[in-house]
């Protein structure tokens, strides 16, 4: 089969092996995870003379996007009938394009995710920018701590990190209340001698 698809970083036409997997697959070139949804009527061979899809005749369902085409299934989120083309498999279950779309932009299809936070990032941001107004440190290093811990299972970025963002930010927060600790314990033994 001839690629259709390219990787969006370095534009290496992808295989069909790496389309429609549930997890992450590594571009064949430039080894960025990729996780490519295509429809199934990219892969059918059609035939000179053929139809793409199967003309309705008397007495069958039709597809509520494509009239003249066979409805195959119903949409199990809407429960129109949808023609082959139409059919979008998403974890087991079916869904027409529209369905597709609202689950994604209203966040109404748990399992598709098209955003994620980031807590490492954030967890980092909060051990990291106060150094440069030390007083902050009291209040975001154990904030940093606790969103590092808090977080530590939580799902990644879309695209695969590790957890070394973590990591840093609760070491740069432990040496911060370390040195928070330091300065109160010097400061009272100053204050008692």
């Given amino acids: 089969?001839?690629?259709?698809?390219q990787c969006p970083k370095c534009q290496a036409w992808l295989m069909e092996e790496i389309f429609n997997r549930p997890d992450l697959s590594p571009c064949p070139a430039c080894g960025v995870p990729l996780q490519v949804e295509v429809f199934p009527a990219l892969f059918r061979k059609i035939t000179p003379g053929q139809n793409a899809e199967t003309i309705m005749v008397e007495g069958e369902s039709s597809c509520f996007y494509h009239p003249q085409k066979k409805a195959v299934r119903p949409c199990d989120?809407?429960?129109?009938?949808?023609?082959a083309l139409c059919d979008c498999e998403l974890n087991g279950q079916h869904f027409c394009p529209a369905c597709l779309e609202a689950g994604k932009?209203?966040?109404?299809?748990?399992?598709?995710?098209?955003?994620?936070?980031?807590?490492?990032?954030?967890?980092?941001?909060?051990?990291?920018?106060?150094?440069?107004?030390?007083?902050?440190?009291?209040?975001?290093?154990?904030?940093?701590?606790?969103i590092a811990f808090r977080h530590w299972k939580s799902p990644p970025s879309l695209v695969r990190r590790t957890k070394i963002r973590f990591v840093v930010?609760?070491?740069?927060?432990?040496?911060?209340?370390?040195?928070?600790?330091?300065?109160?314990?010097?400061?009272?033994?100053?204050?008692?001698s």
């Fill in 1 to 5: 089969m001839k690629p259709l698809i």
């Fill in 77 to 83: 989120s809407c429960g129109r009938f949808m023609c």
């Fill in 169 to 192: 930010a609760i070491i740069l927060a432990l040496l911060q209340i370390a040195g928070w600790i330091i300065f109160f314990v010097v400061l009272a033994t100053r204050h008692h």
């Fill in 105 to 146: 932009t209203k966040g109404k299809i748990k399992s598709l995710d098209n955003q994620r936070m980031l807590y490492d990032r954030i967890a980092l941001s909060l051990a990291v920018y106060p150094l440069l107004i030390f007083y902050f440190t009291i209040i975001t290093a154990p904030m940093a701590l606790f």
